[in-house]
């Protein structure tokens, strides 16, 4: 896994901040209306689901706050799972996000996105506090 998808902050480095650019730019990266509007919540209610972690916002000081379309299921729900995980990554939006689209050994290296559509909560919630464990390792303990 990319050390950039570890830290607790964006890269600061070239190509790290090349990579962060990369990752809020893409076509998948949505601003907060637009979010919203699909979510079909109301401004305030997105803040309270982002301030629980129901809701992945990454934070971007060009164009505002991103979030990825792909927390969202076909039926405007929210993927399953991600306030625990969010939880025990101590609500750090990069580590979560780093977490969540790298491919896993424990999840047949599928990403815990795709293991959270299929209902594989559980599994991801253990491969959660294995990611946890090794951030602490390489990063030190959270504050």
């Given amino acids: 896994m990319p050390d950039a998808l570890l830290s607790a902050a964006p890269p600061t480095t070239s190509s790290g901040s090349r990579l962060v650019r990369e990752i809020l730019s893409a076509p998948d990266m949505l601003g907060a209306d637009e ?9 305030g209610e997105l803040r309270r689901a982002v301030d629980a972690g129901e809701v992945l916002e990454l934070p971007d000081a ?4 991103r979030y990825p379309m792909w927390q969202l299921t076909s039926e405007r729900g929210r993927l399953p ?5 969010s939880r025990r ?4 939006p990069w580590l979560v996000y780093g977490f969540l689209v790298a491919p896993h050994p424990a999840l047949g290296w599928n990403s815990p996105v795709s293991a959270l559509r299929e209902g594989s909560t ?3 919630l253990a491969a959660c506090e294995e990611h946890r464990a090794y951030a602490i390792r390489m990063r ?3 504050l």
């Fill in 122 to 124: 559980a599994i991801v």
């Fill in 140 to 142: 030190g303990p959270p």
């Fill in 35 to 43: 979010f919203a509007l699909m979510a079909g919540l109301a401004a």
């Fill in 62 to 65: 060009e164009a505002g706050p």
């Fill in 81 to 85: 799972g991600l306030a625990r995980i």
């Fill in 89 to 92: 990554l101590g609500g750090d």
